[in-house]
């Protein structure tokens, strides 16, 4: 029928998931509405900030987390009062903020610890845990003995010589004298027979070194080099008689009689 008019009736059919293409179906969903709603997402992230804020200044900000016990370990020589004293950490103040490192520096400023460990014990304990030096060494001064740790850092005093230590004579005991340092290399290497005899270690400088034994015996030693070399040589010696030994060459050794260095 010419000129008739065609009726078109639609209606939607549901097709197969796999008949739509995927990138479609990502354009669908970018634009789909959201079901959760705009506002309660809104508002629970408030909350969570409101949350961490509240956090954060209790725990920065005021005491109720400040510092209540200063708890020190480890520390025999200098004390437990001595060592909070110079960490100075003020009561009360919160734990999170304490600078832990600050405080290790300001405790290793004590003569007598050679490291120290600072950590935080929540809620409200800073604990400080001290290592402190070993003594290795002991040098006579007016009043007492001064102890040495294989440094030569001087920490401590003694009234009485402290036993099992080998006892230096030298001029200026330190860390910083060459003497002292080349003394305690000396100390390090000597063997057990060596030390049971041993009754000072005489340093008149780094190239000069000599063992004072009992009996008025002496060992001339010379500079610290090779010293475990020299130990074994002198300590095979001592059996012979002489009252002198001379390791300074340790390849070329000598024992002879005569009047000791130390003057007998």
Known sequence: MAGAR?????????????????????????????????????????????????????????????????????????????????????????????????VRSRVRTLPSVADAEVRRSWPTTLVIDVSERIAVATVAVDGGFWLLDGDGVVFDTRPKRPKGLALLQVAQPGASDPATRAALRVAAALTPALREQLVQIVADSPSSIRLDLSGGREVLWGDADQSEAKARVATSLLARPGTTIDVSAPEVVTVREGVSSSGG
Do not use: C, H, K, N
């Open 6 to 102: 065609i009726e078109r009736r639609w209606r939607l059919v549901r097709t197969r998931r796999d008949t739509v293409g995927s990138s479609v179906r990502r354009w669908t969903l970018r634009f789909r509405p959201s079901r959760s709603g705009g506002a309660g997402g809104l508002l629970a992230g408030a909350l969570a900030v409101a949350v961490a804020a509240v956090i954060g200044w209790v725990v920065y900000g005021t005491s109720v987390l400040g510092v209540r016990d200063v708890r020190v370990m480890g520390s025999t020589i200098a004390g437990a009062d001595q060592v909070r004293a110079v960490a100075a950490v003020v009561e009360g103040t919160p734990l999170a903020r304490v600078d832990v490192d600050a």
